[in-house]
Antibody, heavy 120, light 110 residues
Framework: EVQLLESGGGLVQPGGSLRLSCAAS????????MSWVRQAPGKGLEWVST???????DYADSVKGRFTISRDNSKNTLFLQMNSLRAEDTAVYYCVNTFGGVIVNPPDNWGQGTLVTVSS | QSVLTQPPSASGTPGQRVTISCSGSSSNIGSNYVYWYQQLPGTAPKLLIYRNNQRPSGVPDRFSGSKSGTSASLAISGLRSEDEADYYC???????????FGSGTKVTVL
């Protein structure tokens, strides 16, 4: 059974930083592209970033230059380093694996999400 | 502003058929597969349809997907109370080099 367990969310001041982690199990992590998708309170889904099994990355324009996605294939863990946080980054952040592991495919499995609140 | 356009709401009585549309462009739906997700209240989204019209194991055949040109649709037949949820379409966008999601449709069972 695929499991994706996010951690690291919390309350942070505008301009601050936060690092999210996602522990993955139940599939061959190193062979799968992984993504972060967020959902602001009461709003729809927004793709944030994707990383291939080999480390190639893509970012949404809204976070480019501020967020960095990375992975540790030896520990089956995905990360999202978030810097220069803004109020509009407030959202539940979901860790997802892409369908079939292919980088251009939308998500297959979703974690339970971790809430990031940016507020003073 | 979502790249893929969905109606904000849809409704039906138990047993009815409900259809949700998803409108995009040549750079997303027109050239890539469409996926659909169901998000029950207070939970994470769940994959409902992949590659336009395929159902993952465990998804009832009451749910079906289709695609034509730059639009796609999700149909729910034999509507049940447990189908009350938000539904999202998604696809890769070649121009943006990223995933795009629909604005979401809230389905209400009357």
């Amino acid at each position: 059974e695929v499991q994706l367990l996010e951690s690291g969310g919390g309350l942070v001041q505008p301009g601050g930083s936060l690092r999210l982690s996602c522990a993955a199990s139940g599939f061959t992590f190193s062979s799968y592209a992984m993504s972060w998708v967020r959902q602001a309170p009461g709003k729809g889904l927004e793709w944030v970033s994707t990383i291939s099994g080999g480390g190639s990355t893509d970012y949404a324009d809204s976070v480019k230059g501020r967020f960095t996605i990375s992975r540790d294939n030896s520990k089956n863990t995905l990360f999202l380093q978030m810097n220069s946080l803004r109020a509009e980054d407030t959202a539940v952040y979901y860790c997802v694996n892409t369908f079939g592991g292919v980088i251009v495919n939308p998500p297959d499995n979703w974690g339970q999400g971790t809430l990031v609140t940016v507020s003073s | 502003q979502s790249v893929l356009t969905q109606p904000p709401s849809a409704s039906g009585t138990p047993g009815q058929r409900v259809t949700i549309s998803c409108s995009g462009s040549s750079s997303n739906i027109g050239s890539n597969y469409v996926y659909w997700y169901q998000q029950l209240p207070g939970t994470a989204p769940k994959l409902l349809i992949y590659r336009n019209n395929q159902r993952p194991s465990g998804v009832p055949d009451r749910f079906s997907g289709s695609k034509s040109g730059t639009s796609a649709s999700l149909a729910i037949s034999g509507l049940r109370s447990e189908d009350e949820a938000d539904y999202y379409c998604a696809a890769w966008d070649d121009s943006l080099s990223g995933q795009v999601f629909g604005s979401g449709t809230k389905v209400t069972v009357l």
